[in-house]
């Protein structure tokens, strides 16, 4: 059971340009949300979370819109360039107990010069 | 180096083989988790610790894995018997309570 969706699978956008990676969760229990960028043979490392008290939270050229009613967040990447390209993973858990992070499967963003 | 550290970054094995992994948290950090992921996938939780103790394990550890963090340090996951489906990436994260939780480059396994 899948339980964060992620979607597109993969993206392609010129230099400048706004990729937009949606996720979807079913665990109403899920209070954080946060979003992982992983380059080729390396560990996913955080960019940015939130929690669902919050409609938005921006740190940088990163940006999260959370939308707790449909349970939907979505990563949004302003002036994107090509040292940005990777792939991202959004994610979830529940505060309390271990706060294992549930992940989406991964949208792999090439940004083209 | 003050982040994650994993050993070994690549483990090339034969089926039927045992492997064990390393893996250093971050200093003082009180949580520890193994996480795996799969070619095109996202990392799945496999255990976690809080200091040396294991609190939950996945239902994907089957009886060939165990793991153990003696004295809250540095943790070890080992794969007995090794399939060719064990091949993946094996990651470690560290956390200090109820924080962000940073992740190791990961030892990728390849099971011949």
């Known amino acids: 059971q899948q339980q964060v969706k992620q979607s597109p699978q993969s993206l392609i956008v010129q230099k400048g340009g706004i990729p937009i990676i949606n996720c979807a969760y079913e665990n109403t229990a899920f209070d954080y949300f946060p979003w992982y960028q992983q380059f080729p043979g390396k560990g996913p490392a955080l960019l940015i979370a939130i929690r669902p008290d919050v409609s938005e939270k921006k740190e940088g050229r990163f940006t999260i819109s959370f939308n707790k009613s449909a349970k939907q967040f979505s990563l949004h990447i302003m002036d994107s360039q090509p040292g940005d390209s990777a792939t991202y993973f959004c994610?979830?858990?529940?505060?309390?107990?271990?706060?294992?992070?549930?992940f989406g499967k991964g949208t792999k963003l090439t940004v083209n010069p | 180096d003050t982040g994650v550290s994993q050993d070994p970054r690549h483990k090339i094995t034969k089926r039927g083989q045992n492997v064990t992994f390393r893996c250093d948290p971050i200093?003082?950090?009180?949580?520890l988790y193994w996480y795996r992921q799969t070619l095109g996938q996202g990392p799945e939780f496999l255990t976690y610790f809080q200091n040396e103790a294991q609190l939950e394990k996945s239902r994907l550890l089957s009886d060939r894995f165990s793991a153990e963090r003696p004295k809250g340090s540095f943790s070890t996951l080992e794969i007995q018997r090794t399939e060719q489906g064990d091949s993946a990436m094996y990651l470690c994260?560290?956390?200090?309570?109820?924080?962000?939780?940073?992740f190791g480059a990961g030892t990728r396994l390849s099971v011949l």
């Open positions: 994260a560290s956390s200090l309570g109820e924080n962000i939780q940073y």
């Open positions: 200093s003082e950090h009180n949580r």
């Open positions: 994610a979830a858990h529940a505060l309390g107990g271990s706060e294992k992070l549930v």
